[in-house]
């Protein structure tokens, strides 16, 4: 490699472990993508399978796979996979077919399925996926009936693989606050794998709740973080200080629950300006972390 991992800049005692979205980096090579977060320091990458990230439909999956454990290993990656890619199942339908279509929820059930299969070869932290948006011409207790019927499948799938689903939120979706997830996750009979990701500009963007007030909540069902700032209302991933969230607070909530996870950067339209992006998030996210703080406050205290 061309540089540190940690770029000289590592807190002394990191609470949380900081991850960026591959979907950040749309415009590289995986391996280049993977060898650019580690050099700047990331302890993890959350990974969306895609046509151009390890294609899960392309031949060969199975060897691609073990060969980018064995350069995730080397880079000193830890990893989630993420579905959230945007044309892989339909060129011309944006995130089609869901677990709601009235068509394709098998092709969207399989290709759920390939991605607990390579979580599974990763040793990932989780794999993380969410509902789908309901089309108006469906009413809501069929649609509710096929999440929950694809639901049921994607945790027996992960069950049987010793795999964790970290079902996410998603502003606009059928399934979009923190309490709907846990309505879903009631009538799955609350499935040991079936576990919460967060994502911390959607806790703004939507929850009646303070933001650290949301990661409180749901502590102890947290299996995937991902983080992005945004504003009260609006769907929109920002970079961090260009929205409306105070993350100081944040991420001590999330030292306070315990969370060890990785903390992943979601900002999927920054791909323009990815290593740059990349760069000033985690610099971002090291000046808020608890413990650089409570390294200063000691070192205060014997000045």
Known sequence: MSAPRDGGRAPAEPALRYGFGTNGFANHRLEDALTVIAELGYDGVALTLDHHHLDPFAPGLAARTAALARWLDRLGLGVIIETGARYLLDPWHKHEPTLLASEGRQLRVEFLRRAVAVGADLGAQAVSFWAGIRPPELDPRTAWDRLVAGCAEVVDTAARAGVTLGFEPEPGMLVESIDEYGRLAAALGDPAPFGLTLDIGHCRCLEPYPVPECVRRVGGRLVNVQIDDMRRGTHEHLEFGTGEIDFPPVLDALDEVGY????????????????????????FLRSCDPAAHRTARREEETA
């Open 260 to 283: 060890r996870g990785l903390v992943a950067v979601e900002l999927p339209r920054h791909s323009h300006d990815a290593p740059g992006t990349a760069r000033r998030s985690l610099d």
